[in-house]
């Protein structure tokens, strides 16, 4: 369905020396450097699959969307999008495709919400009858109701991100890409808002492309995740085979009365512990630490830490995908 | 045609609404115009006061009264601010937002900014031409409005409208090269606003001037419109003056387009 190989984008940036003399020296001669903001990404998508499309900021991961959604012209490298050049023909590409991107919105900023959606379904020729339907659905899974009279420029950031998703989608499209849909929002709507992505792809099987910093997201709508930083890919598979990859790490949580625990324990030195695989983190008679079980097996870890301090109560826990994620960005390319 | 033009109907109601929201906006630009237009009565009128020729390059006072007033009403008719409006999404990278619905780019800006423009039509158009028409009754002692002449002023202002969009868009997409370009915006105005007529009458220049003047698509912004009006054209002359119009607004459309096609390939869209 999306398939992308070898691609790249280099911006030109002017740059400017400081002060009056460099304005007007970069007017008659000027500067400029090449920025690589995606050196050389891969990746396919098949269709009806979500895609967890990851990275840390600056990664280029809206850089890739826009070479994706036709914004953007690649350097090299090929893009397509069920065989189709994003490039090409552009106003009859992005009727299949479905775009939000978290920072900005599409919807007119003075129109009442209700009148957007019948300006896109005009410019989308949506029939009346496929369009009333359309609405009804829309309306249940991400509940405009309440603000559907509005002006745009009157709803609050939930509201605004929900009714950009459901402009996303009026036009059936068959991919949908989501740049940060849940940037910024509370709990509860973006629990709204992964529920209703959840359901059009299971539904319409619509294939999804989705970029996001809430790795919540991630764990509940993606199977798949590619990870990238600096421009090229980092990770490429399903979040299990991340997990069997990276995540040797384990989490001893444990509460204790002994005074110094962590001094007393001392894992680093007693382990030989590299840094990147150990953290102890302390709060009153609370303790956690990370480790990396291939280098400490976690029985090792039990017997130690019963055998050195008083403990009343302990855990051990799985890593969860965010510290993968969280050593990944650390490192960067391993 | 017809479904491929109401799918930009919703872009003029949305310009529509857009000046109905900024109605404080609208007035003070439009009272920032009125008062240039005064200013220069004033100063015409002064000219005319201390020179001893009640007749200048073939205009009286009654017809400079009347050409400044027209000069007024028509450049507002026909300006068109395409060139900020696209340097200013280039710069916000809202462009993109345009660019990932199916519809034409410049068509959307063309029936935003005629909805835009629709209050401004309603609302200055009458008392404008009774105005004008009533010093011209003044002066001359005799109904000076011929249907005609206005009937063809509104096509030539509807062509020095479409040259005046195009010639901005195509302005505008030298956003994509210098990315910023306010300044190179009020130098454009200050230059148009002297090569279309509207700070001098182009009778008032050399005539070697003038000619070359009257060729340059900048005339056919106010001038040719205004000219029109006060009947100074007619007959071949009259259609020569309306086939250039045609001629210049095909001109920017096509290098609009050609423009459009070129610069998109540039495109660096910025932000998030
Ligand atoms: N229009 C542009 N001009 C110059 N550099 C840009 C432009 N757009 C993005 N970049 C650079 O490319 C890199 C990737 O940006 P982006 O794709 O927005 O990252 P992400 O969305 O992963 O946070 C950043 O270093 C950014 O500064
Ligand atoms: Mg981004």
Redesign the interface.
């Known amino acids: 369905m999306i398939y992308v190989e070898n691609l790249r984008k280099e911006?030109?940036k002017?740059v400017k020396e400081p002060g009056l003399k460099g304005s007007i020296k970069s007017l008659f001669y000027p500067k400029s450097e090449k920025v690589v903001a995606v050196k050389d990404i891969s990746f396919e998508v098949p269709e009806g699959e979500v895609l967890g499309f990851i990275g840390p900021n600056g990664a280029g991961k809206?850089t890739v969307i826009?070479m994706l959604?036709?914004?953007?012209?690649p350097t090299s490298g090929v893009c397509t999008i069920n065989g189709r050049n994003p490039r090409e023909n552009?106003?009859?590409y992005?009727?299949e495709?479905g775009?939000v991107?978290?920072?900005?919105?599409?919807l007119?900023w003075?129109?009442p919400l209700r009148?957007t959606y019948?300006?896109l379904k005009?410019?989308?020729?949506v029939p009346e009858d496929k369009y009333k339907k359309r609405m009804a659905f829309l309306n249940e899974v991400l509940d405009l109701e309440s603000f559907i009279t509005s002006?745009v420029r009157t709803l609050s950031l939930g509201q605004r991100m929900r009714a950009d998703i459901a402009a996303s989608l009026i036009h059936s499209p068959k991919v949908l890409f989501l740049?940060?849909p849940t940037i910024g929002l509370d709990v509860v709507v973006k629990d709204n808002i992964r529920n209703a992505i959840e359901y059009i792809n299971k539904e319409e099987k619509t294939t999804v492309v989705l970029t996001t910093h809430d790795l919540a997201d991630i764990e509940l709508l993606a199977k798949r995740i590619v990870m990238i930083d600096k421009g090229s890919n980092v990770f490429d598979g399903s979040i299990s085979e991340l997990k069997n990859r990276y995540g040797q790490i384990r989490e001893l949580h444990f509460d204790t009365d002994t005074k110094n625990a962590e001094k007393i324990l001392s894992y680093g030195q007693h382990f030989n512990f590299e840094p990147e695989d150990l953290s102890v983190e302390c709060e009153g008679s609370q303790m956690k630490v990370r480790f990396n079980s291939s280098v400490v097996p976690v029985s090792e870890m039990l017997s130690y830490t019963l055998g050195k301090i008083s403990v009343n109560d302990i855990s051990v826990k799985d890593a969860d995908i965010e510290e993968i994620i969280r050593r990944l960005y650390k490192q960067g390319v391993e | 045609m017809r479904k491929k033009l109401r799918i930009y109907v919703p872009f003029i109601n949305a310009g529509m609404q857009e000046t109905t929201t900024y109605r404080v906006n609208w007035l003070f630009y439009m009272f920032g115009n009125v008062l240039g237009c005064f200013i220069s009565y004033f100063i015409w009128n002064a000219v005319y006061n201390s020179s001893e020729n009640s007749t200048m390059n073939g205009f009286t006072m009654p017809q400079m009264i009347v050409y400044i007033f027209l000069m007024f009403l028509t450049s507002t008719l026909v300006s068109s601010g395409g060139t900020y409006d696209i340097g200013e999404e280039i710069r916000d990278g809202s462009i993109a937002m345009r660019l990932i619905k199916p519809i034409s780019y410049n068509a959307t800006f063309l029936f935003q900014e005629l909805g835009n423009k629709a209050m401004t039509i309603c609302i200055l158009i009458v008392p404008m031409v009774v105005g004008v028409e009533i010093v011209r009754f003044n002066f001359t002692g005799a109904v000076q409005f011929n249907i005609l002449y206005f009937l063809l002023y509104l096509v030539s202002c509807v062509l020095a409208y479409l040259i005046n969009f195009f010639f901005n868009i195509c302005f505008g997409f030298i956003a994509f090269v210098i990315k910023y370009l306010w300044g190179a915006n009020l130098m454009k105005n200050c230059i148009v606003g002297f090569l279309s007529g509207q700070t001098i009458p182009l009778a008032f220049m050399p005539e070697v001037l003038e000619k070359v003047f009257l060729i340059l698509p900048f005339a056919s912004l106010n001038y040719t419109p205004v000219m029109i009006y006060i009947g100074m054209y007619n007959g071949t002359t009259l259609l020569y003056f309306l086939g250039l119009q045609v001629f210049w607004a095909l001109f920017f459309w096509g290098l609009s387009k050609l423009l459009w096609s070129v610069s998109v390939k540039y495109l660096a869209v910025q932000g998030g």
Request: proline share 3%.
């Open positions: 911006f030109k002017t809206s826009k959604t036709g914004i953007l012209t552009r106003k009859s992005v009727k495709i775009v991107f978290g920072q900005r919105t599409q007119w003075d129109l009148e019948g300006v005009e410019i989308y020729e002006p740049d940060e």
